[in-house]
Nanobody
Framework: QVQLVESGGGLTLPGSSLRLSCTAS?????MGWFRQGPGKEREFVAA????????FYTDSTKGRFTISRDKAKNTVYLYMNSLKPEDTAVYYC?????????????????????WGQGTQVTVSS
């Protein structure tokens, strides 16, 4: 069983930046971030494949958000820049133990077995 611990959420102004972090307790094949805004469905944000470090993004955050990893710490980060009110959501870290997932799998909720507790990000003036 993989345990995930998230941190880094908060209340910020439009145009500001936040960094989210997520640490996994066991071996993983991929880690990613999903978010769920008020009245919306949970959606994919970004992910990284552990085997080769390839990253994946949704179109709405590409160019503003960056996902990275610290392999020694088994930790993934989501750097969120130029934040907009529409980025307001609960952000969930996800991980899966299967190695080398393809793009369609790594971008899907069904591609992850383990989920963090969620951290609130609020962007408002």
């Amino acid at each position: 069983q993989v345990q995930l611990v998230e941190s880094g959420g908060g209340l910020t102004l439009p145009g500001s930046s936040l960094r989210l972090s997520c640490t996994a307790s066991g071996r993983i094949g991929s880690m990613g971030w999903f978010r769920q805004g008020p009245g919306k469905e949970r959606e994919f944000v970004a992910a990284i494949r552990w085997s080769d470090g390839n990253t994946f993004y949704t179109d709405s955050t590409k160019g503003r958000f960056t996902i990275s990893r610290d392999k020694a710490k088994n930790t993934v980060y989501l750097y969120m820049n130029s934040l907009k009110p529409e980025d307001t959501a609960v952000y969930y870290c996800a991980a899966d133990g299967r190695r080398g997932p393809i793009a369609s799998t790594i971008k899907s909720r069904q591609g992850y077995e383990y989920w963090g507790q969620g951290t609130q990000v609020t962007v408002s003036s």
